[in-house]
Each structure stands twice: as structure tokens, then as C-alpha cells.
């Protein structure tokens, strides 16, 4: 069965500081993978999504970027963090290639990130 | 572009009680629509889903029909539990395409 992992769990980290948050994917091939943030008190906003080895699509401007090192391996990042950067940083996977099961997004527990 | 109104909340019921979480969307073609579920402290999980015009999603007692005719997908449950307070979000997949627009998300609270 598949799997999906996002650490830390929790980060607290000072303005102006880096930033990386991890997810990888186990028991699936070549998935598409996302990440989204969840600001406080407010829905789910896509930050980038990528279909394969080195391909990222960003769907909003901001601080943050992303990397796909590995095949199942995907990566937020940021040089300089800002006040705004706070919220709940949620990674998901789906399958491609299969229309039916591509249409499902599988979820990660998340990352919790407080800038202070 | 696409859109998805969910209704404010928090919705606070009593256990057992009926529920309803409207959802209504704004989207070309014929989309995929889905509820997910985000319990305190958690990432979200995949509820229900349905594919296509007049499909029923159900699970764990949950349901919500596909719409089109009001463009709608409303979550219900003929009794609630203490066990299913969360936020719960509403969101749709274009068809053909591959990202997800999610509603604000609904937090419903049970109590005893």
C-alpha cells in the first residue's frame, strides 16, 4: 500500500530564516505530487504541483519554491522566510496515467511552520 | 476560473442529530467533486467523491450527490457523532485536469 511522509511535524523558526520541508512517497511510481498551504482559519491554497524528476509548476507568486530531487521525493523551500510564510503545510500525491484514480489526491499528516 | 462556496462556519449540532454542509461549485465542463476531512491536529482524508452528474458518494455514513443542474454537492449525515468533529472541505478536479480547488472548509462541532 501506499504511503505518504511529511517532517517535521512542527517548526518554529525565526523571520528571515531558511527553509526546508520534506515528503516522500512510498509503494507508487512516478506520482504527481503538490503541496499546499493552509493559512489560519482559512481553506487550502495549491503552492506547486509536479508531474515528474525536476518538473515543478508554481501556481501562485511568493517566497517559496519547489524541488523534486527523486522520483518520490518532494521538497518546499525558502531562503528567507517571512511572517506570512506561517501555516499548515500539507504535501499530496495521486496517480497519473490512470484517469479514474488519477482524479484522487492522497494527503500527508502535514507540517505545522510558526514564523516568528 | 473554478470556484467552490462552502457555508461559513463553525456548525455546532448535538450527537445524533441531522447534518448538512452545502457546497456549491463554479467550474467548466464536467468536473469531479469531493469532500475531504481534516480531524484536529491532522492532515485531511479523502471522505466521499463522485465523478459524474447524479453519482452518490457515501461513506461512513456520510453521502453527497453530484448536482449539476444546481451546480451543487451537500455533505449529509443522518447522525452525527461526538467522534465527527473536523473541518471538512468540499473541492473539485476539472475535467482532464489534475489540481484540486478546495472551499474554505466547514468546521463542525458534536456535542454530547
Known amino acids: 500500500s501506499q504511503t505518504i511522509h511529511q517532517w517535521p511535524a512542527t517548526l518554529v523558526q525565526p523571520v528571515g530564516s531558511p527553509l526546508s520541508l520534506e515528503c516522500t512517497v512510498e509503494?507508487?511510481?512516478?506520482?504527481?505530487l503538490y503541496w499546499y498551504r493552509q493559512a489560519a482559519g482559512r481553506g487550502l491554497q495549491l503552492l506547486f504541483y509536479?508531474?515528474?524528476?525536476?518538473?515543478i509548476s508554481s501556481e501562485v507568486p511568493q517566497n517559496l519554491s519547489a524541488s523534486r530531487p527523486q522520483d518520490r521525493q518532494f521538497i518546499l523551500s525558502s531562503k528567507k522566510l517571512l511572517l506570512s510564510d506561517s501555516g499548515f503545510y500539507l504535501c499530496?500525491?495521486?496517480?497519473?496515467?490512470?484517469?479514474?484514480?488519477?482524479?484522487?489526491?492522497?494527503f500527508g499528516p502535514g507540517t505545522r511552520l510558526l514564523v516568528l | 476560473g473554478d470556484s467552490v462556496t462552502q457555508m461559513e462556519g463553525p456548525v455546532t449540532l448535538s450527537e445524533e442529530a441531522f447534518l448538512t454542509i452545502n457546497c456549491t461549485y463554479t467550474?467548466?465542463?464536467?468536473?469531479?467533486l469531493f469532500w475531504y476531512v481534516q480531524y484536529p491536529g491532522e492532515g485531511l482524508q479523502l471522505l466521499l467523491k463522485?465523478?459524474?452528474?447524479?453519482d452518490k458518494g457515501s461513506n461512513k455514513g456520510f453521502e453527497a450527490t453530484y448536482r449539476k443542474e444546481t451546480t451543487s454537492f451537500h455533505l449529509e449525515k443522518g447522525s452525527v457523532q461526538v467522534s465527527d468533529s473536523a473541518v471538512y472541505f468540499c473541492?473539485?478536479?476539472?475535467?482532464?485536469?489534475?489540481?484540486?480547488?478546495f472551499g474554505t472548509g466547514t468546521q463542525l462541532k458534536v456535542e454530547l
Open positions: 499530496a500525491w495521486s496517480v497519473p496515467g490512470h484517469e479514474h484514480t488519477q482524479e484522487t489526491q492522497y
Open positions: 509503494g507508487t511510481s512516478n506520482p504527481n
Open positions: 509536479s508531474v515528474g524528476i525536476g518538473q
Open positions: 467550474a467548466t465542463g464536467y468536473p469531479s
Open positions: 463522485a465523478t459524474k452528474a447524479d
Open positions: 473541492a473539485l478536479r476539472p475535467g482532464g485536469g489534475n489540481k484540486l480547488t
